[in-house]
Nanobody
Framework: QVQLRESGPGLVKPSRTLSLICTVS??????????WSWIRQPPGKGLEWIGY???????YYNPSLKSRTSIWRDTSKDQITLHLFSVTPEDTAVYYC????????????????????WGQGTQVTVSS
């Protein structure tokens, strides 16, 4: 069983960088065909997929956030890190990390949320 735990600051000032860590246990983040996504949910809105890093270290980002997003991994610690640059109050949301197993070639990362495991989420507020 995969367990995911998000951690990071709950409050970030506008124009700064939001950095969150997802610590994974139960499986190595290099497990073949595993995908590790960051997803967020702003208050009163639906889920928004941010991007993923897969078992090989390949990343794929939501085009609407790509210019401000970077996802890294530390395989020695089984951690996935999200950096979101130049944040504004519109980036206020609950941020989740989630794990998905093998994905078909036609899987729509932008609109599908068929994940095997989710973290509990962490609230991030962008405010001065």
């Amino acid at each position: 069983q995969v367990q995911l735990r998000e951690s990071g600051p709950g409050l970030v000032k506008p124009s700064r960088t939001l950095s969150l860590i997802c610590t994974v246990s139960g499986y190595s983040i290099t497990t073949s065909n595993f995908y590790w996504s960051w997803i967020r949910q702003p208050p009163g809105k639906g889920l928004e997929w941010i991007g993923y890093i897969d078992y090989s270290g390949t990343t794929y980002y939501n085009p609407s956030l790509k210019s401000r997003t970077s996802i890294w991994r530390d395989t020695s610690k089984d951690q996935i890190t999200l950096h979101l640059f130049s944040v504004t109050p519109e980036d206020t949301a609950v941020y989740y990390c989630a794990q998905k197993g093998p994905a078909d070639g036609d899987y729509d990362w932008l609109t599908s949320y068929e994940y095997d495991y989710w973290g509990q989420g962490t609230q991030v507020t962008v405010s001065s």
